[in-house]
């Protein structure tokens, strides 16, 4: 009788054990691949959870301390820097107005201390095409009309807030009973979508959509010095 154990495996024993084995390793592989999109699509969501609410608390920190005016843009043209041909309307939230924004622009207005004879103008656009806010502060005089103000563009002082914005509107129109004023944005990064909104109670009577830059600068009337232990104390006597 012949002696049967140094004999190797048969030709259909190795193949029922490569596709054993190769059935392992697709559902080993499989799993991974899972575990690895769940991981990504965890990630992202809460990678863009913290960006809107990094960008909320920026733009409550922004509006909150506003001592005399806040006014929201609604935007469906712009032409270059030329703001005089651009098409603006400055309303309480986007239900008032009409067409495709291209850009918003929440404006809101402090006293300058350093000059009382202006206003410092702190500014936060958003650029529908390309999903971005950008902020910038300027300083303007104390006439002249808001639609004035040149918010054109993007590039140069602006800087940029946030990226992947896809929704951004501002509601003023409980302002007047609430002193409260709310922000809405929308974030979207590959396939996730996060949407977040934030109520800002303003800790000052301010003026909402002003037309004229002269009603604003109005609310204060004049600004004394006073001299305590050789320290300068500027106050600020508004009228409401």
């Known amino acids: 009788m012949k002696n049967r154990k140094n004999v190797g495996f048969t030709l259909i024993e190795a193949v029922v054990a490569f596709a054993v084995l190769g059935i392992a390793v697709f559902g080993i ?15 992202d ?17 922004m509006l909150i301390d506003s001592t005399l005016g806040v006014s929201y843009n609604y935007i469906t043209s712009e032409n270059g820097d030329d703001s005089s041909t651009s098409s603006y309307k400055f309303v309480k939230n986007d239900s008032e107005a009409s067409g495709e924004a291209v ?25 529908a095409d390309k999903e971005e806010i950008y902020y910038k502060v300027i300083q303007v005089g ?34 007047a009973e609430t002193k409260k004023v709310e922000i809405t ?51 600020y006597n508004n009228i409401y």
């Open 142 to 175: 104390n006439s002249g009309e808001v639609k004035d103000i040149n918010v054109n563009g993007s590039s140069g002082d602006w800087e940029l807030l946030a990226e992947n914005v896809v929704t951004f509107s501002v509601d003023l129109s409980a302002y």
């Open 45 to 61: 969501e809460t990678s863009l959870q913290y960006e809107a609410q990094l960008t909320l608390n920026q733009v409550e920190n």
């Open 185 to 235: 944005l929308g974030f979207k990064n590959r396939s996730k979508d996060y949407q977040t909104t934030g109520t800002v109670v303003l800790r000052n009577d301010v003026l909402i959509n002003a037309d004229e830059i002269a009603k604003i600068y109005s609310r204060i009337s004049k600004g004394v010095k006073t001299v305590i232990d050789g320290v300068v104390l500027t106050t």
């Open 29 to 43: 592989g499989g799993f991974f691949v899972s575990a690895s999109r769940s991981y990504s699509n965890v990630s």
């Open 103 to 127: 850009a918003k622009v929440l404006y809101a207005y402090n006293v300058n201390e350093n000059d009382l004879n202006s206003l410092d103008v702190m500014l936060l656009k958003w650029v």
